[in-house]
Nanobody, 115 residues
Framework: QVQLVESGGGLVQAGGSLRLSCAAP????????MRWYRQAPGKQRELVAG???????NYADSVKGRFTISRYNAANTMYLQMNSLKPEDTATYYC?????????WGQGTQVTVSS
């Protein structure tokens, strides 16, 4: 079992920045690919960015050039640096990770961008 804990959400004005973190504290198993998803009210959950254990990265078109995903494998931790935030980035952001053939989700962290 892998527990994922997100942090770093909050309220920010448009154009501002936030940094999200996702940690798997106490996990004795290695974490494979990790991803950030988001879900806005009334919308489907969507993939924001993903990063493999080796560091291969992909982004949703809507965040390219503004968001940067990274990870620190030794600590089973992933980050999402979000710059130039827009009101449409407002959502609950979820951490997702692969480990030993299963997928795990965090509880989510709220990001609200005011105009």
């Amino acid at each position: 079992q892998v527990q994922l804990v997100e942090s770093g959400g909050g309220l920010v004005q448009a154009g501002g920045s936030l940094r999200l973190s996702c940690a798997a504290p106490g996990s004795i198993f290695s974490i494979g690919a990790m991803r950030w998803y988001r879900q806005a009210p009334g919308k489907q959950r969507e993939l924001v960015a993903g990063i493999t254990y080796a560091g291969t990265i992909n982004y949703a078109d809507s965040v390219k050039g503004r968001f940067t995903i990274s990870r620190y494998n030794a600590a089973n931790t992933m980050y999402l640096q979000m710059n130039s935030l827009k009101p449409e980035d407002t959502a609950t952001y979820y951490c997702n990770a692969d480990s030993r053939g299963s997928q795990y989700w965090g509880q989510g962290t709220q990001v609200t961008v005011s105009s």
